[in-house]
């Protein structure tokens, strides 16, 4: 079989694999979101908390809930990592430094998973399982508390009212991560994933030489990693690691579990808010932008434009020879696709134009099909912003999923547009501006010009892949890189509620043939035009002078 | 009363009636106005006024920094794009003043109306003094005579009179107005031609009609609507992000060693920002108000133009909307025994001295079904007209040896049954058969001398749809809009007529408490629900809904209650207003697609010119093959100025729109503004570098 063909049938089992899983989770995600009943330990919960599950909240409850929780969470994993040396199973490491602390705290509350450390070598296992781990949960179900506000916002009218932030965190862990995690990690298990509590082995090796062997909670960790759209790695190799991601079967499976949540998420949308057909355009959108940007990516890699190549018969440094190109190709698109940010091959190894590709892949605001939640609520400020230029050549105001989208609405959603693109550009400038940063870099010229753009286009969009070669761990790109992640998580997240609390107030329009139909093809054509072009735009200029400068 | 003065009015010899430029062509853009509206673009370049366009504003700054740039650093180049920054400027500017200069030519011919009027105020005493209409306040009591010019917006409350509403209407065949009823409205700057009213002033002066319209055609009341403020919004974002684009290119650029002139990355940043739609936006609003005027609609405001677009529901009276205003004999019924000739003629003979209508269509059907000419009371001896009265509610006519009386069934069944005759169950049947498809009947019978009276047969009248509402109502049907008729007729009729006239729903023996419940209940289910109205009772309802129409006929209240008042009276104009409203948001947003359409080209020209020369594989993005870096920027600054001018003619005069579902037209909007933006600045930019490259210190 060669490479292509066992590619193309890759890509046909995962498809079919999603697909089968569509309608399952979609409607059990639904339901859990909707339903009145609260499991028994659920109960214990808000209990012990305090709170009152049936309070429905305004969006600025609800986000003040959100924030809250998520800032708690950061000054808790800070403290984790700054007290490490005292707390168990630290494995002897020391505490982490301060900026470096704070980058990753925020990296895990943001669901970016940027690792300016490498894993093995920094944290023990109660940063890792404790800290990271839980985070990796909370971070994820947080994503999906906007994704599902959202939706209500859309759904209900004359109300206002989102629903109860501590009753949809719960209920996205217990019900919808927690179990989903367990299987997958027992899969994962089979399928050759280490996972143990030890501090590693030493062995010799046949050649004479000693080495340490690493062991831990890898399958657990790996499995959250994926279905949550996080990526922090056990190991600094991520899932390029053999204990992480032992062969094709478990790639396959990785990318299945890190698309999983994101996809099935269309259903929900469709359910919740009774048209199933808008679900079936929204995913549709995402799979067209998907299988684009995975043709053009594989296509790039599979050539072999410069006689480095040659050697090798196609672009594979830095990839696994057990994943090949099309394996390679498949993850890195569909983990800057979602938020993940987790890696089997170095982006930085990708052609120029590929590895381009990948930077533009997550400038879409990752969309296709996005984090868990932020994928959603992504593409549908995405459809707003659509609706609202096509929607005017209708003769209506415009009007997605029967709200009216007046001044407003544009607001949050051209401020939610905007904020993304501030941060990259506005920090990929200043880092390559002072001189600093710029020793940081490792390769001269435009690769280099890459390495920074795109750990801010990582940072920014809350993916956490790195462009290897950039020395990320100092204070200027700790910070700057902090910073991006936490404004480009919460700044859309305040507006994207407060755009839901905005629709629920809203009377639902009756759909008529006046109406433009977002449900349909067109529409979908439509909308994944304007992603691409709205991103094309927005950062033509630095690709041009980065992976295009380089690749033509 | 005290001896009447003669009127001084100087704008009574000069009687304002409005001349042809009060209807514009809707497309036709002379390109005189272009130059003559050149002074009040370049009034426009204060700073102050232009920061109200984001977009423009940006543009200003950025050429007033090349300016700067170029004095420092004189060249061609440096000189050439400088000036073309400062026309895209003075180009959007002029596209605004274009289209406020139509508008003023309006308000000329208003001004001419509202000259300074001397109003003959009626004391409390009873004398009348002279005093400047401007001195007029609410409730003043004013007397017009023949000839004078009615001082201020009022009720009549004494008289009747003929007035020649020309001035705002355009419209030259007098109007009634007298006290009482739904015609009791007069407004100022009118003239009165025959008689003497009595006028109650119900406007200070400067809030009169005339004054408002003056201030709404010429846009100085133009309030930003909120679809215009959102798209705003947005074109004010995607600059911001343009804008972070351009400025970080300058450190990429200083890092690439490829550092570029900041009069380049100002031409880069132009081109990119929507400049297009961002020049245009304000002159398509002013355009669209522009539109009502010339269909002699007022909006009040932009907010309601817009709100027709979005229109759910139109409820549409029946009479003098979907009807002819009266019913029309439709047929003739004999009875069994009676040929239907017979009827005819007896039914001709009782209506010859009914001058309603709906007497005049029985005369008109005799002599088009049966050839019976109308005969004149001379050539009949002895004949004696019977009016119709209320109480015997039956018409007719006394030819000596010969009675025939038409008129409701039961009337005329007792009046044969009085004088001896039988009534079949015939009659009945062809009586409740009429009914019951919604027309009237009327029965006609007669009475020879001597002999019983016998009915004779039943005419059938019937409402007339007009003709083409069934077509137009189908085109409302695909827009998406549902139309629900109006009527005070019992609900047996009303279905008949609604289901010929092809409308969607019908409201029967509507009261004005219905017709606003109707209202509030389709609002509640999210719709935006449109309707015409003159009366004063429907003044509330019209207030509820979102675009109330009042007839210019109407009364002060149903006028003050609407935010549109048709000049023309005419119901059926609720179509044409929704698709102006159309048409309208269709405008802005196949030229905001366009303008961020046309970005792909200007990258294509643009990045390639600044960067070619550090990376040499970035010249293979100059697919256009430009001539030279200079001239790649230069033409695409110049096209990105052109288009502007280009597109003014379709701003002012709106996307062509043709009635179809959303689905169809945004295919096709798309094909033209989506595709055609892409592909256009190609072709237009290459053909400008073609141009440019000749000029030396450029090409």
């Given amino acids: 079989m060669n490479d292509t063909l066992a590619g193309l049938l890759q890509v046909g089992a995962l498809i079919a694999a999603l697909a089968l899983c569509y309608r399952p989770l979609g409607s059990y995600m639904a339901h859990v979101f909707t339903t009145e009943r609260d499991l028994r330990v659920e109960r214990v919960i808000y209990r012990l908390v305090g709170v009152d599950p049936r309070a429905d909240q305004a969006w600025k409850t609800y986000a003040v809930a959100l924030l809250a929780f998520s800032f708690a969470g950061v000054v808790l994993l800070y403290a984790v990592q700054r007290l490490q040396s005292g707390l168990p199973w630290s494995l002897g490491f020391p505490e982490v430094a301060p900026d470096l602390a704070f980058n990753t705290a925020v990296s895990f509350v943001t669901n970016t998973n940027w690792q300016a450390y490498s894993g093995e070598a920094t944290m023990g296992h109660l940063a890792q399982m404790g800290g990271l781990a839980v985070q990796n949960f909370l971070s994820a179900a947080v994503g999906l508390c906007v994704a599902v506000a959202l939706i209500r916002g859309f759904a209900r009218s004359h109300t206002g009212r989102l629903g109860n932030f501590w009753v949809d965190l719960t209920r996205g862990v217990i019900r919808i991560l927690l179990p989903l995690a367990l299987v997958a990690a027992v899969v994962l298990i089979l399928l050759g994933v280490v996972q143990n509590l030890s501090g590693g082995v030493d062995v010799s090796t046949l050649s004479g030489g000693n080495q340490t062997l690493p062991g831990g909670p890898v399958a657990s960790q790996e499995a959250i990693k994926e279905l949550g759209t996080n990526g922090g790695g056990f190991f600094n190799a991520n899932a390029a690691h053999p204990f992480e991601n032992p062969g094709a079967v478990s790639n396959l499976f990785e990318i299945f579990l890190l698309l999983l949540i994101p996809v099935c998420l269309t259903r929900t949308l469709g359910e919740m808010v009774g048209d199933l057909r808008q679900g079936y355009a929204i995913l549709a959108t995402m799979t067209v932008i998907w299988v684009v940007m995975l043709a053009a990516v594989w296509a790039i890699e599979a050539a072999h434009p410069t006689a480095a190549y040659d050697l090798a018969g196609s672009a594979m440094e830095g990839k696994e020879t057990r994943f090949g190109v099309p394996g390679s190709s498949l993850y890195a698109v569909s983990t800057t696709g979602t938020s993940t940010g987790a890696v089997n091959s170095f982006h930085s190894s990708f052609s120029p134009v590929g590895g381009g590709l990948l930077m533009l892949n997550m400038g879409l605001g990752e969309v296709a099909p996005g984090g868990v939640g932020t994928g959603l609520y992504g593409i549908l400020v995405m459809a707003i912003l659509t609706v609202f230029i096509a929607g005017l050549m209708v003769g209506r105001t415009p009007e997605l999923l029967g709200k009216k989208l007046r001044a407003g609405e544009m607001k949050l959603v051209a401020l939610n547009i905007l904020t993304m693109p501030l941060l990259v550009l506005g920090f990929t400038g200043l880092a390559l501006a002072l001189s600093g940063p710029r020793e940081s870099i490792l390769n001269a010229g435009p690769h280099g010009l890459s390495e920074v753009l795109y750990a801010y286009m990582s940072g920014a969009n809350n993916n956490g892949s790195a462009f290897a070669g950039l020395s990320a761990n100092t204070p200027f790109f700790n910070i700057t890189l902090g910073v991006a992640m936490l404004a480009g998580r919460f700044i859309p997240i305040i507006l994207t509620l407060a755009l839901a609390g905005a629709l629920s107030k809203q009377a639902t329009v009756p759909r008529t043939s006046g109406t433009l139909p977002t449900n349909g093809p067109l529409f979908v054509g439509m909308l994944a035009t304007v992603v691409l072009i709205v991103a094309g735009l927005t950062f033509f200029p630095a690709l041009a002078l980065g992976p295009l400068a380089e690749g033509l | ?699």
């Fill in chain 2, 1 to 699: 009363m005290s001896t009447l003065t003669e009127p001084t009015t100087p704008a009574a010899d000069e009687s304002p009636v409005a001349d042809t430029s009060r209807r514009v062509g809707g497309g036709l853009l002379d390109p005189r106005t272009l130059v003559t509206s050149l002074p009040e673009a370049l009034r426009k370049l204060d700073p102050r006024v232009l920061v109200h366009t984001p977009v423009m504003f940006v543009v200003e700054v950025g050429a007033g920094l090349c300016t700067v740039l170029a004095i420092l650093d004189p060249s061609v180049f440096n000189w050439a794009i400088t000036v073309w920054l400062w026309l895209t400027v003075v180009f959007a500017n002029l596209a605004e003043a274009v289209a406020e200069g139509r508008g003023r030519a309006q308000a000329a011919t208003l001004r001419r109306a509202k000259t300074e009027t001397t109003a003959r105020r009626l004391l409390a005493s009873g004398q009348l003094e002279d005093v400047s209409a401007t001195a007029l306040r609410i409730g003043d009591h004013v007397v017009v005579e023949a000839g004078q010019i009615i001082p201020g917006d009022g009720d009549v409350i004494e008289g009747v009179a003929s007035v020649d509403e020309s001035a705002i209407t355009g419209e030259s065949a007098p109007v009634i107005r007298e006290s009482g009823g739904d015609r009791c409205s007069v407004t100022g700057g009118t003239k009165v031609l025959s008689d003497r009213i009595v006028v109650q002033v119900t406007t200070n002066p400067g809030e009169s009609f005339i004054d408002r319209m003056i201030a709404l055609v010429e846009g100085a009341s133009r309030q930003k609507t909120p679809n215009e403020i959102a798209l705003n919004i947005l074109l004010s974002s995607l600059t911001i992000i343009f804008l972070a684009a351009t400025v970080t290119l300058k450190p990429l650029a200083i890092y690439s060693g490829a550092d570029q002139d900041l009069l380049v990355l100002v031409a880069l940043l132009v081109c990119l920002i929507p400049t297009t739609i961002g020049a245009l936006l304000s002159a398509i609003g002013i355009a669209g108000m522009d539109r009502l005027v010339q269909h002699n609609v007022l909006a009040m405001s932009g907010r309601a133009v817009e709100a027709a677009g979005d229109v759910n529901t139109l409820l549409l009276d029946k009479t003098g909307t979907i009807t002819l205003g009266n019913r029309e004999a439709a047929e003739f019924l004999p009875v069994e025994t009676v040929a239907a000739a017979v009827l005819a003629d007896a039914a001709q003979l009782a209506s010859l001295a009914d001058e309603t209508p709906e007497g005049r269509s029985v005369v008109v059907l005799a002599k088009r079904s049966y050839g019976l000419r109308e005969r004149s009371e001379g050539e009949l001896p002895g004949l004696t007209f019977v009016p119709f009265s209320a109480q015997t509610r039956m018409s007719g006519v006394d030819l000596g040896e010969r009675e025939i009386r038409k008129g409701a069934a039961s009337a005329v069944t007792a009046w044969v049954r009085e004088r001896g005759g039988q009534t079949g169950e015939e009659v009945g049947t062809i009586v409740d058969a009429i009914a019951s498809s919604g027309g009237t009947p009327l029965v006609v019978a007669e009475q020879r001398h001597d002999e019983p009276a016998r009915v004779l047969g039943v005419i059938h009248l019937k409402d007339v749809v007009k003709e083409g509402m069934r077509e137009r109502f189908e085109e409302m049907r695909r827009m998406g809009i549902r139309t629900v008729m109006i009527t005070g007729d019992n609900p047996l009729t009303a279905r008949a007529i609604a289901e010929e006239a092809g409308v969607d729903d019908f409201l029967a023996e509507a009261t004005p408490e219905e017709k606003m419940a109707l209202i509030k209940r389709e609002q509640e289910g999210g719709r935006l629900v449109a309707m015409t109205g003159d009366g004063t009772n429907d003044a509330p309802a019209l207030a509820q809904a979102d675009v109330g129409v009042a007839m210019n006929t109407g009364t002060s209240s149903a006028k003050e209650a609407g935010n549109m008042v048709d000049l023309d009276s005419n119901p059926t104009k609720l179509i044409e207003i929704v698709e102006i409203g159309k048409q309208l948001l269709i405008t802005r947003g196949a030229l905001t697609t366009f303008s961020i359409a046309n970005d792909v080209a200007k990258y294509f020209a643009i990045i390639p010119a600044m960067f070619g020369g550090v990376y040499a594989g970035l010249d293979t993005l100059n697919v256009m093959r430009l001539d030279s870096p200079e001239s790649a920027i230069l033409s695409a600054v110049i096209f990105n100025a052109l288009v502007i001018v280009a597109l003014i003619p379709l701003a002012l005069r709106g996307v062509r729109y043709r009635p179809s579902s959303a689905a169809s037209m945004l295919r096709r909007n798309l094909a033209i503004y989506g595709l055609g933006g892409v592909v256009a600045p190609f072709i237009g930019i290459k053909a400008i570098d073609l141009l440019v490259s000749t000029i030396p210190g450029i090409g």
